[in-house]
């Protein structure tokens, strides 16, 4: 028998929920989903629109990036504080909609006249507030809202497809058609209507979602019977918690070869292989190899929780493919760029979700501390800090490699560098994250016991 149907045994089926509740629980994905967007097209806007140099953009990237690793902390311990007859993660989504909604379409109304500072500084101020202030309470807030609907670990994962893989196979469609939009109503009138999906797509989640009052079993504790979280308790997690330190590390590494996967391609298929129709077609294949992803990655993990480590592997095998394809044949890389992406984002970001729950009980059971949204926080931390020193890595390569802004037409050393930070650096980055993954993480394995103490503490009787 499965762990996870081991794991369902564990759990009432009161606590198994209804088609609305997961539906709503979608929406909190697809609202989060240009914060996962917006860094595909924010390096390629700064350089290409506002002509400014790769390498000032992808430092202030970098360093907005790492402002929102600091932010997760203290969205995290803001979620945990917060008290309200609708739960503590689902309000958040009605109150960051309308802010997260108007900076997310500002970005792009920054005027191309300014001098270089100043659209520098305007693009780096609204990017800072769409991601690493209001996105960022609404990424802790979608995973911190998982434990707290529900406890069983096939729903859990079922939350983690929906909230994760939905997303992504909507971002594979707006990755093959954003650019023809752009193309015909503009940069602003494109990201105005995003921005509105966004406010709807919160909305939304907060309409149609509940949090349970239970802990395990039963509840979560009430206040006060439970321990406060504090900053200091982020790190007392890392440090007494290693599901929440691996956690970290798989996030942090791994986002860094997503980042590559998603801001790579725009510069791939126009300098590289010169074929922008091919790179429609990609991100079209996209959506049917996500979709795949997310029935395979459901069936996977009702056999296995290693689905993430399964995608590093996969991944590693469509990059060494495609080099050695080396462009030769648009077929092959149609199929082998689709693949890595199922792979290494389908596959890895459904992981997050239920890991991340099932770490939030680990800590518990380590130390008596029941922390969702600081534990939740340690997965958007690796996240952000991930896909900041993603696009660090991509926009310093080409910079050294010789990239110009704002050219059609790049030298050698500058194609090549593109090729280095699109297909190189994300293969040896997989590689290693999905090794220590297998050589690290067992705890799908010790739920049951966990689940076992923390009712026999509570005096749950089966």
Not at 187 to 199: D, L
Request: glycine share 8%; aromatic share 12%.
């Amino acid at each position: 028998m499965s762990n996870n149907s081991e794991q369902t045994k564990n759990v009432p089926n009161e606590e198994k929920l209804p088609f609305i509740r997961k539906f709503g629980y979608t929406w909190s994905g697809i609202a989060y989903l240009f914060c996962m967007l917006l860094p595909a097209y924010i390096m390629y806007f700064c350089t290409q629109s506002l002509a400014l140099a790769v390498g000032s953009v992808s430092i202030m990237i970098m360093l907005v990036k790492i402002l929102d690793g600091v932010v997760d902390l203290f969205a995290g311990i803001l979620i945990d504080k917060t008290k309200s007859p609708q739960g503590k993660a689902r309000p958040w989504f009605l109150r960051m909609a309308f802010p997260y909604a108007l900076c997310l379409a500002l970005i792009f109304y920054v005027p191309a006249s300014l001098s270089s500072t100043a659209k520098l500084i305007l693009v780096a101020v609204l990017y800072a507030l769409t991601v690493s202030v209001f996105g960022t309470i609404l990424g802790v807030a979608r995973y911190s809202l998982i434990p707290r609907m529900t406890s069983d670990q096939k729903e859990r994962y079922t939350l983690g497809i929906l909230g994760d893989g939905v997303p992504f196979l909507l971002m594979g469609v707006l990755m093959a058609l954003t650019m023809p939009i752009v193309k015909a109503i503009g940069w602003r009138m494109t990201f105005t209507i995003y921005a509105i999906v966004a406010f709807i797509a919160s909305l939304l989640c907060y309409a149609l979602t509940r949090e349970k009052n239970f802990e395990i079993n039963t509840g979560f504790a009430e206040e006060s019977d439970r321990k406060r979280t504090e900053i200091k308790d982020f790190f007392k997690t890392l440090f007494t918690n290693k599901y929440a330190l691996y956690l970290l590390i798989y996030a942090l590494i791994v986002e860094i070869a997503g980042g590559l996967l998603q801001v790579g391609p725009l510069y791939y298929f126009q300098f590289v292989l010169k074929n922008m129709d091919l790179y429609t077609l990609v991100m079209l294949g996209t959506v049917v190899s996500g979709l795949i992803g997310m029935v395979l990655a459901g069936f996977i993990t009702k056999k296995t929780g290693k689905i993430f480590g399964i995608g590093c592997i996969g991944a590693v095998v469509c990059f060494v493919a495609l080099l050695i394809n080396n462009g030769a044949s648009n077929i092959v890389t149609l199929i082998f760029v689709d693949l890595a992406a199922m792979f290494g984002i389908t596959f890895t970001i459904t992981a997050f979700g239920p890991m991340a729950a099932n770490t939030i009980e680990y800590g518990e059971y380590k130390t008596g501390v029941r922390a969702e949204g600081v534990t939740s926080a340690v997965v958007n931390i690796g996240i952000k800090i991930g896909t900041a020193l993603a696009s660090a890595l991509l926009g310093g390569i080409m910079a050294a490699g010789g990239f110009v802004s704002g050219s059609d037409t790049q030298s050698a050393s500058a194609v090549n560098s593109i090729r280095m930070g699109y297909l190189v650096a994300p293969l040896v980055i997989f590689a290693v994250i999905g090794i220590f993954f297998f050589l690290t993480y067992n705890l799908d394995k010790k739920y049951p016991e966990i689940v076992a103490e923390l009712n026999k503490r509570k005096g749950i009787e089966k």
